[in-house]
C-alpha cells in the first residue's frame, strides 16, 4: 500500500514569497504557517513524487485565500504610492521626475567616540579635529552606510514619514544640455576668481579640513555696520577687477536660483518669501535695498575647497526650512568643470548623515549632484576624501541665517537710528580700497 507524505504544495504566501516545495521543512523568509493555512499541505506521492489532487474545497479555499492576500498587498502598494505622491506635491511641488524612496532607521551615532566634546555656547562640540587613525575608523564605519550615487531619491524621516529629510539627484554631465554645462562652469570658475577677495573661515567648529568660504552678505561683527559683504581688505590696485567679477553676482545667482526651483519649487519659493518678509538682500544685490528677481533665494553663498570636510552637526542657525547645494568635479587651477572621466581621481569624502546611516558616494564623480535637505533638523557632514594635486571638490550650498535675518528686522524696526550705522555694500569695500590709497599718497606728499 502506498503510504502518503505530507509535503508543502508550492504558493504564495505574504509579500509574494515564494513556498519551495523541494523541501519537506519550512521555506525560508515570511510565509504562511501549516496551521494558519493547512491547505498547504498536501498529499504527495512518494512513488513519483508529484501531489495528490486535494479536495475541490480546500482548493477553491487555498485560491480564494491567495486572492485576498494579493488584494491586500496591492491596496497596501497603492495607498502607499498616494501617500508618497501627497507627500511630494505637498512638500517639494509638482515634479516629473521618478523618484526612489529609499527606508532608512534612526540610530544616533558617534562617528568619532574617541574625540572628547565639551558645551560650547550651550551646544556639544568636538574639542579638536580628529587623528589620521580617527578618521581612518570613521570612514570603515561610514562604508557600511547606504551611499547613494544615481537615480533622484528622496529619504523620509521614519519617524516622522512627512518629513523629508532630503532629496538628492544625480545628473551626468553627459545628460546635461551644452547651455546647462556652460552655465554650470561659469558658476563655478566665478567662485575661484572670487578666493582673491574674500577670507577662508578659520573656525574648527565649521572645517577641520579644506578649505570653507563664502560671498553675498552676512551680519557683521562691527558694531555700527548693520550688515556686510564677506570681502577683504584688497589694493586699490585690484579695485577694477573687484568691481568687474562681483558685477557678474546676478547670473551666478540666477543659475543657482534656477537650479534649486528645478529640484525643489515649493522650498524654493519659501526661501524667497522668507527674504521679503524680512527684508533680506540677496546674494546678487550689491546694495541693500535691491528688489528681488525671481530667481533670488538667498542672501549668501558658502562653497567648500581643497578636501573639505567639517565634524558631524545640524545648522541651528538657519532659519530656512531647506538648505540647497551642488556639488561638482572641478580643476584646481581655474575652477573649471572637470569632465575627463579619465584623469579625474578623487575618490571618497561622502556626504553623509550619520544617524540615518546614507549619503552621498561622490566617487569618480562625473556629473553634478544636487540636493534639499532640513540642515537645521538632521545631522550631517562632509568626510575627507583623497589627495589631488590638479583637482577640488566643490560644493556650494545657499540657506538663509538667523544673524542676517535679525540685523535686517532690527533695520526695518528703525533700530538702527545712529548716523553711525551703515550698510558695508559691495561700493563701501570698492570706496575703501581707494581711499586707503589716497591717504597713502596724502602720507607720502606730506
Known amino acids: 500500500m502506498v503510504v502518503a507524505q505530507r509535503r508543502w504544495l508550492p504558493s504564495v504566501g505574504p509579500n509574494n514569497a515564494v513556498v519551495d516545495v523541494a523541501s519537506t521543512r519550512r521555506p525560508p523568509g515570511r510565509v504562511t504557517s501549516p496551521s494558519r493555512y493547512p491547505e498547504l499541505l498536501v498529499n504527495f506521492d512518494p512513488q513519483n513524487d508529484s501531489p495528490l489532487a486535494p479536495p475541490l474545497a480546500i482548493l477553491t479555499c487555498s485560491i480564494g485565500d491567495q486572492l485576498q492576500n494579493n488584494h491586500v498587498a496591492i491596496n497596501k502598494l497603492l495607498r502607499e504610492r498616494r501617500e508618497r505622491a501627497s507627500l511630494v506635491e505637498s512638500a517639494i511641488g509638482p515634479s516629473g521626475r521618478k523618484f526612489y524612496w529609499q527606508n532608512v532607521k534612526y540610530d544616533a551615532l558617534n ?10 555656547r550651550g551646544k556639544l562640540q568636538y574639542t579638536r579635529p580628529p587623528t589620521s587613525e580617527e578618521i581612518a575608523m570613521a570612514s570603515d564605519t561610514v562604508q557600511t552606510f547606504r551611499l547613494l550615487k544615481t537615480g533622484c531619491n528622496i529619504v523620509r524621516d ?8 532630503a532629496i538628492i539627484e544625480f545628473t551626468k554631465f553627459s545628460d546635461l544640455t551644452e547651455a546647462d554645462r556652460e552655465e554650470l562652469n561659469f558658476v563655478s570658475t566665478f567662485l575661484r576668481k572670487t578666493t582673491r577677495f574674500i577670507s577662508n573661515v578659520k573656525s ?12 553675498g552678505w552676512r551680519k557683521s561683527s562691527d558694531e555700527d555696520q548693520i550688515a556686510g559683504r564677506y570681502i577683504k581688505a584688497f589694493e586699490a590696485v585690484h579695485a577694477q577687477a573687484y568691481h568687474d567679477l562681483f558685477s557678474l553676482s546676478g547670473r551666478v545667482g540666477q543659475i543657482v536660483g534656477q537650479n534649486f526651483k528645478k529640484l525643489a519649487e515649493i522650498p524654493f519659493g519659501s526661501n524667497r518669501d522668507l527674504m521679503a518678509e524680512h527684508g533680506l538682500p540677496s546674494l546678487a544685490a550689491l546694495e541693500y535695498g535691491e ?10 553663498l558658502t562653497f567648500t575647497t ?17 538648505a540647497f547645494v551642488m ?44 540636493m534639499i535637505w532640513q540642515a537645521n533638523s538632521y545631522k550631517h557632514c562632509t568626510m575627507p576624501s583623497s589627495h589631488s594635486s590638479r583637482f577640488t571638490h ?11 535675518k535679525n540685523a535686517c528686522v532690527a533695520y526695518q524696526q528703525g533700530k538702527y537710528n545712529s548716523v553711525a550705522n551703515y550698510f558695508g555694500d559691495h561700493f563701501f569695500y570698492l570706496y575703501r580700497s581707494c581711499l586707503h590709497l589716497s591717504l597713502v599718497i596724502f602720507a607720502l606728499l606730506t
Not at 204 to 215: C, D, E, H
Not at 358 to 370: L, T
Open 111 to 120: 562617528i568619532y567616540p574617541t574625540i572628547p566634546r565639551a558645551l560650547v
Open 158 to 165: 521614519p519617524q516622522d514619514p512627512k518629513s523629508i529629510i
Open 204 to 215: 574648527k567648529q565649521r572645517a577641520w579640513g579644506g578649505k570653507m568660504w563664502g560671498i
Open 291 to 300: 528688489d528681488l528677481t525671481e530667481s533670488d533665494c538667498a542672501p549668501h
Open 306 to 322: 581643497d578636501g573639505f570636510f567639517n565634524p558631524p552637526h545640524t545648522d541651528d542657525e538657519d532659519v530656512s526650512k531647506y
Open 327 to 370: 556639488f561638482l568635479p572641478t580643476h584646481t587651477k581655474d575652477g573649471s568643470l572637470a569632465t575627463d572621466e579619465d584623469s579625474y581621481d578623487i575618490t571618497s569624502g561622502p556626504f553623509i548623515f550619520p544617524d540615518h546611516k546614507f549619503g552621498i558616494n561622490f566617487d569618480h564623480q562625473f556629473g553634478v549632484v544636487k
Open 394 to 404: 566643490l560644493g556650494m550650498s545657499v540657506q538663509i541665517n538667523l544673524g542676517l
